[in-house]
Structure formats: structure tokens, C-alpha cells
């Protein structure tokens, strides 16, 4: 079994950062591709940005220039640099990895509130 367990949502001003931490815990092997969406109130979860195992990222539009996805393959643990926060950020922020073995698994989620 494995786990993700996310951390550092919060609230903050408009045009501020927050980073998110993503870490894997468990019989892990290996994780293919790791990627953070995003839940608004009453929205679909979204992708945000996505990072393979080969560090290529892919971001959706709305968050191009602004925020960043990065890994540390030996901790087993993906981040998201969010950079010039609008209020429009606002959501759940959800992990979801790949694993080699497991298949495909989702964090709990961690809220992300930014203030006007």
C-alpha cells in the first residue's frame, strides 16, 4: 500500500506565493508520473500541472509563468511553487501520482485560499 500525504495550503494575499509539498509514503517501487489538480466550489477537478518521471511538466494554461512543478525523485515527494496567487486559485489542491505498482492514487487534499 502507499500514501500521499500533502502539505502547505493555506490563505494568502493576492499576488503572493504558497509552495505545496506532496510526499509518498509506502511499498512505492517507483512513480511514473505526479501531478497536483485542483478542486473551485462547485468545479470539476482539474489538472494544474503535471511532471514525469523525466522531469518534462506540462501546466494548464491559466497557470503558465506563474506557477511551478518540480520532484525529488529520492524523496519520493512532487511541489508546486504557486507564484502571483489570484483569488481565482482558490480551491482544494489534490496530489495524484502514478505508481509503477499500484496504480494511480490521490491525496486528501489541501486547501488553498487567496484573499483579495
Known amino acids: 500500500q502507499v500514501q500521499l500525504v500533502e502539505s502547505g495550503g493555506g490563505l494568502v494575499e493576492a499576488g503572493g506565493p504558497l509552495t505545496l509539498s506532496c510526499a509518498a509514503f509506502?511499498?512505492?517501487?517507483?512513480?511514473?508520473?505526479m501531478g497536483w489538480y485542483r478542486q473551485g466550489p462547485g468545479n470539476r477537478r482539474d489538472l494544474v500541472a503535471s511532471i514525469t518521471s523525466g522531469y518534462i511538466s506540462h501546466y494548464t494554461d491559466s497557470v503558465k509563468g506563474r506557477f511551478i512543478i518540480s520532484r525529488d525523485n529520492v524523496k519520493n515527494t512532487v511541489y508546486l511553487q504557486m507564484n502571483s496567487l489570484k483569488p481565482e486559485d482558490t480551491a482544494v489542491y489534490y496530489c495524484?501520482?502514478?505508481?509503477?505498482?499500484?496504480?494511480?492514487?490521490w491525496g486528501q487534499g489541501t486547501p488553498v485560499t487567496v484573499s483579495s
Open positions: 495524484n501520482a502514478d505508481f509503477a505498482i499500484w496504480g494511480e492514487v
Open positions: 509506502g511499498n512505492i517501487f517507483s512513480i511514473n508520473t
